[in-house]
């Protein structure tokens, strides 16, 4: 089992910038490939970022390249999302993931954190 506890949401201006965290727990984080994915109210849960166990690999959603940056410090046992020049439309509940093997699916994800809002207003 893995325990995952995301923070640093929060309410920001667009433009603006804020990082989130997940932290692990319960198993080996470096054995695991890392997600971070988002639901907006209404719409379906989407994939934003991913990064592989040794952070060689990762992998961005169109609409975030370049604005967001997903990076980890397996001996903090913590994944980042830098998320930078934020628009209104990136407005949902941010959800961190975890498998063996990195993937953009998120029907691939064995474990997930319980999420943290961002809101950002125009």
């Known amino acids: 089992q893995v325990q995952l506890v995301e923070s640093g949401g929060g309410l920001v201006q667009a433009g603006g910038s804020l990082r989130l965290s997940c932290v692990a727990s319960?198993?080996?984080?470096?054995?695991?490939?890392m997600g971070w994915f988002r639901q907006a109210s209404g719409k379906e849960r989407e994939f934003v970022a991913a990064i592989s166990r040794s952070g060689g690999s990762i992998y961005y959603r169109d609409s975030v390249q370049g604005r967001f940056t997903i990076s980890r410090d397996n001996a903090k046992n913590t994944v980042y999302l830098q998320m930078n020049s934020l628009q209104p439309e990136d407005t949902a509940v941010y959800y961190c993931a975890a498998r063996l093997a990195v993937s953009t699916n998120l029907y691939d994800y064995e474990y997930w954190g319980q999420g943290t809002q961002v809101t950002v207003s125009s």
């Open positions: 319960g198993r080996t984080f470096s054995s695991y490939a």
